[in-house]
């Protein structure tokens, strides 16, 4: 009797998200490697190595043709059509776009793995992106056709697009600015806006880009992100107009979280990575924050129960994005 099973493995190239996926089986034949031929034909290792390296590989012949079952080659050569991205394209070769049908073959320059902008932050930890979809790593615009803020209701600001009613939001601009009082019924969020927005917003943001940001001397302020905004403006009141917070969906800075204009160097110290916290290293298999048996500590943490995401980190899981440190939800595509 052969019992079948399906794995995937996430790997992060440096902050973009791979997925490869495989069979694996078990039964009359351990040790032995299947190969698959034809377009499209998938290899199976039976019972092979389950080790990153290791043996056990199998191979197949044709596009698509993948690894299972055994070791999973990270960086390994994979064919045409092989793993299938986020957004909607395809991986070739190892490299993951995201956002093609938005931002072109290239993909999105918010999730490409490159400091598209110069200045020393890579998508997600550049604060001026406000998600995977945007395409634009220099101000809080997200550059996709079509990018506004309607003048009278506003709907999610982070979920890649500014069209009114696919979001079951409807707040008004007059809340975001400050006009209409917060317990004003047109400031009134559902459930369904709160639950669909929250998670795809970034730290020291509210669901519809009025974000904190620090500013150069320590000091926050509280500011519309939008097309003329940037970092570099943000006491431009102009670019970056002054807004009120919504208090009823959004995702508060957190004292050791990454927020817009802050930094790792601006934490407070009882946010630096701590050691021989939980034994001393080496002693019975239990190390020390960033020890060798444990991630690296990043020096920042998230809020909220979400995921601590970064450099030699593990990737986020299927579904998410690492914005400023950590794992959110991807907006739906």
């Given amino acids: 009797m052969t019992k079948a099973s399906f794995g995937c493995l996430a790997v992060l190239v440096p ?10 089986s078990e039964g009359d034949n351990p040790g032995g490697n299947a190969a698959g031929e034809g377009s499209g034909a998938t290899a199976a290792s039976t019972a092979g190595s389950d080790s990153l390296g290791g ?32 957004g909607g394209t395809t991986n070739t070769g190892g490299t993951t776009v995201i956002g093609t049908e938005l931002c072109g073959d290239a993909g999105c320059t918010c999730s490409n793995g490159l400091d598209d902008d110069e200045d020393g932050l890579v998508d997600g930890f550049d ?29 999610c600001f982070f979920d890649g697009n500014s069209g009114a ?16 009082d917060q317990d004003h019924p047109d400031c009134e969020l559902s459930k369904a806006c709160i639950d669909y927005c929250a998670p795809q917003t970034p730290n020291g943001c509210d669901c519809f880009g009025c974000c904190t940001v620090q500013l150069a001397d320590g000091t926050n302020l509280d500011i519309q992100t939008g097309t003329a905004c940037s970092l570099d403006k943000a006491e431009d009141d102009t670019a970056c107009p002054v807004c009120v917070k919504s208090d009823q969906c959004g995702n ?77 939800n991807l907006p739906p595509r």
């Avoid at 590989?57 to 991205?85: K, L, P, Q």
């Avoid at 604060?127 to 506004?148: K, L, R, S, V, W």
């Fill in 15 to 24: 902050l973009c998200l791979v997925w490869a996926c495989g069979s694996s």
């Fill in 55 to 86: 043996e056990g590989n199998a191979a197949g012949n044709g596009s698509g043709a993948s690894s299972a079952g055994g070791s999973i080659n990270i960086g390994g050569t994979t064919g045409t059509g092989g793993t299938t991205s986020i």
């Fill in 127 to 155: 604060a001026e992106c406000t998600g995977p979809f945007d395409n634009d790593e220099a101000t809080f615009a997200t550059g996709i056709p079509g990018d506004n803020r309607d003048p009278k209701w506003q709907d």
């Fill in 165 to 180: 009613g696919d979001d079951h939001c409807r707040y008004a601009t007059g809340c975001l600015t400050g006009e209409l």
């Fill in 252 to 328: 508060n800075c957190g004292t050791c979280e990454l927020c817009p204009g802050k930094t790792v160097d601006d934490l407070p110290e009882e946010c630096s990575p701590s050691t021989g916290t939980g034994g001393a290293p080496g002693t019975g298999g239990t190390t020390g924050m960033g020890g060798s048996d444990n991630p690296p500590d990043p020096g920042y943490t998230c809020d909220n129960g979400l995921t601590v995401c970064g450099p030699d980190l593990p990737a986020c899981a299927v579904g998410k994005y690492c914005s400023l440190g950590c794992c959110l």
